[in-house]
T-cell receptor
Framework: DTGVSQDPRHKITKRGQNVTFRCDPI?????LYWYRQTLGQGPEFLTY????????KSRLLSDRFSAERPKGSFSTLEIQRTEQGDSAMYLC????????????FGPGTRLTVL | AQSVTQLGSHVSVSEGALVLLRCNYS??????LFWYVQYPNQGLQLLLK??????LVKGINGFEAEFKKSETSFHLTKPSAHMSDAAEYFC???????????FGDGTTLTVKP
């Protein structure tokens, strides 16, 4: 068990550029979550998948944001036409859909939009 | 709708002193409650969770929390602070075991030697 991994760990981009982040959950974890954490605040839910199906999206997830989990394993989060307000830590978590309720978090991707 | 309020964005204690981090929640259904710790530039690590079993929950690193329904609280305590406890702590609530969580804004714990 290598834990949840995220790539890249840091991303600096200019306003208006597109960025894509990757999350690799713990093997065989069915559910995968994306959260956004801005400075001084707790994580805010963005979206989650059960296997390859995206079951819920927050209203925070504007049209510029899209997430996929094509084969029910890794997931990508893309932000198009980035804005300075998108600067945040993007956290991924996974959990099995069994009796356990622990969400295992990755180290996050810190995005800075200049 | 569910929400979490953490009272005190910064808490400072001396090494060996009691740690008390406060968390109040609102939920229209019986909640699942969690405490996480986050060290700089790292993800969140689960300290403990309440899932409608025992109201006093023991977690890792000597932390525990008590669910008090009448007070809608889930405060985190540790009898004796250690320097390594310095970190940011988040309280979270969810409706279901494996559902999305709503987090508080966090409390930064400083431990003075």
């Amino acid at each position: 068990d290598t834990g949840v991994s995220q790539d890249p760990r840091h991303k600096i981009t200019k306003r208006g550029q597109n960025v894509t982040f990757r999350c690799d959950p713990i093997s065989e974890h069915n559910r995968l979550y994306w959260y956004r954490q801005t400075l001084g605040q707790g994580p805010e839910f963005l979206t989650y998948f059960q296997n390859e199906a995206q079951l819920e999206k927050s209203r925070l997830l504007s049209d510029r944001f899209s997430a996929e989990r094509p084969k029910g394993s890794f997931s990508t989060l893309e932000i198009q036409r980035t804005e300075q307000g998108d600067s945040a830590m993007y956290l991924c978590a996974s959990t099995p859909t069994s009796s356990t309720d622990t969400q295992y978090f990755g180290p996050g991707t810190r995005l800075t939009v200049l | 709708a569910q929400s979490v309020t953490q009272l005190g964005s910064h808490v400072s204690v001396s090494e060996g002193a009691l740690v008390l981090l406060r968390c109040n929640y609102s939920s229209s259904v019986p909640p699942y409650l969690f405490w996480y710790v986050q060290y700089p530039n790292q993800g969140l690590q689960l300290l403990l969770k309440y899932t409608s079993a025992a109201t006093l929950v023991k977690g890792i690193n000597g932390f525990e929390a008590e669910f008090k329904k009448s007070e809608t609280s889930f405060h985190l305590t540790k009898p004796s602070a250690h320097m390594s406890d310095a970190a940011e702590y988040f309280c979270a609530v969810s409706y279901t075991n494996a559902g999305k969580s709503t987090f508080g804004d966090g409390t930064t714990l400083t431990v003075k030697p």
